[in-house]
């Protein structure tokens, strides 16, 4: 069974700075997707940024990249330049190849104050 | 590009009575997925469809719930008779699954969720 571990509950972060969430997973696959969502107090979840188990570049988008580490089976979110409104819920998420589900991890809440 | 929309926002009925809920998925994706979120349990899919036809029910909680998927545009989570034990958010999500999965993927999208609250 595939599982997401993020053993980070709460995070807080000072404007501007960066900050990691960690996020571990666990599958015998070779070939896998692991996607980054965000969950603000509003309630929606939001798609930040995918990681291919075989992509040579870690992933960025904007202000988010992912750290992936395949040997450690880790993909951890960076976020640069943390704003006030990166305050939320993140939560990481594996898919299987041929499978079009997501298993999610628990999440994490970042605080982000002035 | 309108994003996945589900209806209602709010829901708050009695205990007993029969709770619909709504999803659109964005145009075009094959896949649906019906998610509930409480603090408890996390995120715990309840069911997906490809193609319309639904692929794995074993998130369902019992038979109290039912979804369809009349068409590639429309879906309902039925709940009859609901309790106050499903108080939660649904979500609905949508995503564009290729055939024999590939190196790529393509995220699921969600909606808004409607929040659940039966008293």
């Known amino acids: 069974a595939q599982k997401i571990t993020q053993t980070q509950p709460g995070m807080f972060v000072q404007e501007k700075e960066a900050v990691t969430l960690d996020c571990t997973y666990d599958?015998?696959?070779?070939?896998?997707?692991l996607f980054w969502y965000k969950q603000p107090s509003s309630g929606e979840m939001i798609f930040l940024i995918y990681?291919?188990?075989?992509?040579?570049q870690n992933a960025t988008e904007g202000r988010y990249s992912l750290n992936f580490q395949k040997a450690r089976k880790s993909a951890n979110l960076v976020i640069s330049a943390s704003q006030l409104g990166d305050s939320a819920m993140y939560f990481c998420?594996?898919?299987?190849?041929?499978?079009?589900?997501?298993?999610f991890g628990k999440g994490t809440m970042l605080l982000v104050s002035p | 590009d309108a994003g996945v929309i589900q209806s209602p926002r709010h829901e708050v009925t009695e205990m007993g009575q029969e709770v619909t809920l709504r999803c659109k998925p964005i145009?075009?994706?094959?896949?649906l997925f019906w998610y509930r979120q409480t603090m408890m349990r996390g995120l715990e899919l309840l069911i997906y469809?490809?193609?319309?036809?639904?692929?794995?029910d074993s998130g369902m909680p019992e038979d109290r719930f039912s979804a369809k998927m009349p068409n590639a545009s429309f879906s309902t989570l039925k709940i009859q008779p609901s309790e106050p034990r499903d108080s939660a958010v649904y979500f609905c999500?949508?995503?564009?699954?290729?055939?024999?999965?590939?190196?790529?993927?393509?995220?699921?999208?969600f909606g808004d969720g409607t929040r659940l609250s039966i008293l």
């Open positions: 999500a949508s995503s564009y699954h290729t055939p024999g999965g590939g190196k790529g993927y393509q995220p699921q999208h």
């Open positions: 599958t015998s696959d070779q070939s896998y997707g």
């Open positions: 990681q291919g188990s075989y992509d040579e």
């Open positions: 998420a594996m898919r299987r190849t041929g499978y079009s589900t997501l298993t």
């Open positions: 145009s075009g994706h094959n896949s």
């Open positions: 469809f490809n193609n319309n036809v639904p692929i794995d």
